[in-house]
């Protein structure tokens, strides 16, 4: 196992790939509590100090999760949390982004936590009725106040960004990146750069497709999120296997798994990005890790690229409803 490197968020260093906790309570199929906090633990054992949860993921049970697996090792971590979804899971979605809200949103998060701050604070969706300058004023208080350390935002557009910044300095954009998701590269990631916003790419495994693990509906349970998003269903994902062929072509050639590979490309974006893969599994978690020991050339990224053509991935990357609330 290689030395996990340190990259940088703004102005906070973090691991360069961090972990996504989300499954652990949420989206894809039941989960081992007992099994998550081994992986926690194995995360922080190997270096890996960026957690990422969301007050969300499991209507809170996910930062409970978390919570109880950092409690003793706190200072190891840098603990990135959410908040938005004021609905609870299955509910219609209903995002606030209002002032009163933040505040009782971010205490609510420190209790699930068992904390006094949180690193790295997220607005999880832009709430389109509120003004970004109302928002995050309130998550500005929230760093004076102690309680939070950095800001970021989730899924939100290159203006949205430029509005926020300008309130206070927004450390990571955590949006969906991955070599099947790459609408943000056009205008938001430049945005990014030239504010100095670190990139928090999230489903870097294309929610997993891209480890090849899914080659049917049958590989997911029935209350798997999954099922319900556009790639997995209707057919597109027997269409997307092509994109799988191709990337478990060209890593047996490199001696490593198509999912190493698809993590590779995402780290190859650049020294402001920091994936963060999600797993409920050590196995996974060490296969994930290696792959920043993985160095690509141009020609490798462009091989890569050419196996995922934008034009060839079928069906949209969230539902209808799902995607009135991303890039805005
Ligand atoms: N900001 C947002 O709106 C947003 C949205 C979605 C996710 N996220 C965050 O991003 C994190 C990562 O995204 P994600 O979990 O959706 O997608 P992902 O990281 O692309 O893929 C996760 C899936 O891939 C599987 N997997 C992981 N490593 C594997 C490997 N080496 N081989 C085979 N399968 C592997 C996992 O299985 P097991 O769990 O069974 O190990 C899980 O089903 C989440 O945990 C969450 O923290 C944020």
């Given at each position: 196992m290689?030395?996990?490197?340190?990259?940088?968020?703004?102005?906070?260093?973090?691991?360069?790939?961090?972990?996504?906790?989300?499954?652990?309570?949420?989206?894809?199929g039941?989960a081992?509590?007992?099994?998550s906090?081994?992986?926690?633990?194995?995360?922080?054992?190997?270096?890996?100090?960026?957690?990422?949860?969301?007050?969300?993921?499991?209507?809170?049970?996910?930062?409970?999760?978390v919570?109880?697996?950092?409690?003793?090792?706190?200072d190891?971590?840098?603990?990135?949390?959410?908040?938005?979804?004021?609905?609870?899971?299955?509910?219609?979605?209903?995002?606030?982004?209002?002032a009163?809200?933040?505040?009782?949103?971010?205490?609510?998060?420190?209790?699930?936590?068992?904390?006094?701050?949180i690193?790295?604070?997220?607005?999880?969706r832009?709430?389109?009725?509120v003004?970004?300058?109302?928002?995050?004023?309130?998550?500005?208080?929230?760093?004076?106040?102690?309680?939070?350390?950095h800001?970021?935002?989730?899924?939100?557009?290159?203006?949205?960004?430029?509005?926020a910044?300008?309130?206070?300095p927004?450390?990571?954009l955590?949006?969906?990146?991955?070599?099947?998701?790459?609408?943000?590269?056009?205008e938001?990631?430049?945005?990014?750069?030239?504010?100095?916003?670190?990139?928090?790419?999230?489903?870097?495994?294309?929610?997993?497709?891209?480890?090849g693990?899914?080659?049917?509906?049958?590989?997911?349970?029935?209350?798997?999120?999954?099922?319900?998003?556009?790639?997995?269903?209707?057919?597109?994902?027997e269409?997307?296997?092509?994109?799988?062929?191709?990337?478990?072509?060209l890593a047996?050639?490199?001696?490593?798994?198509?999912?190493?590979?698809?993590l590779?490309?995402?780290?190859?974006?650049?020294?402001?990005?920091?994936?963060?893969p999600?797993?409920?599994?050590?196995?996974?978690?060490?296969?994930?890790?290696?792959?920043?020991?993985?160095?690509?050339?141009?020609?490798?990224?462009?091989?890569?690229?050419?196996?995922?053509p934008?034009?060839r991935?079928?069906?949209?990357?969230?539902?209808?409803?799902?995607?009135?609330?991303?890039?805005?």
């Open positions: 290689t030395d996990v490197p340190t990259r940088y968020l703004g102005e906070l260093a973090v691991s360069a790939q961090g972990l996504g906790c989300m499954g652990m309570s949420h989206g894809y039941a081992d509590d007992a099994q906090i081994a992986t926690l633990n194995r995360a922080l054992d190997l270096g890996v100090t960026l957690l990422d949860t969301a007050d969300f993921y499991g209507s809170g049970h996910n930062e409970e999760l919570g109880r697996a950092v409690a003793g090792r706190r190891e971590v840098v603990l990135a949390t959410k908040f938005g979804f004021a609905n609870r899971l299955g509910e219609p979605t209903l995002i606030r982004g209002d009163a809200y933040v505040r009782q949103a971010c205490d609510a998060s420190l209790r699930r936590l068992g904390v006094d701050h690193d790295l604070y997220y607005q999880h832009v709430d389109p009725q003004p970004i300058e109302e928002t995050v004023g309130a998550m500005a208080e929230l760093v004076q106040a102690g309680k939070v350390r800001l970021g935002l989730s899924e939100a557009g290159a203006q949205t960004i430029r509005r910044h300008a309130v206070h927004i450390s990571a955590q949006s969906e990146w991955s070599l099947w998701t790459r609408d943000l590269e056009a938001i990631v430049p945005v990014c750069r030239e504010l100095g916003i670190g990139l928090v790419p999230f489903s870097p495994l294309g929610r997993g497709f891209l480890t693990r899914y080659d049917s509906l049958d590989a997911l349970a029935e209350s798997d999120v999954r099922r319900s998003q556009p790639r997995f269903a209707d057919g597109n994902l269409r997307n296997l092509a994109i799988v062929a191709k990337l478990n072509e047996a050639a490199r001696s490593v798994t198509a999912g190493q590979l698809a590779a490309w995402v780290q190859h974006r650049g020294d402001d990005v920091v994936p963060i999600g797993t409920r599994r050590q196995r996974y978690l060490e296969e994930n890790l290696a792959a920043l020991a993985v160095e690509l050339t141009a020609d490798d990224l462009a091989a890569i690229e050419a196996a995922a934008p034009e991935i079928a069906g949209s990357r969230y539902d209808a409803n799902s995607l009135t609330f991303v890039n805005r």
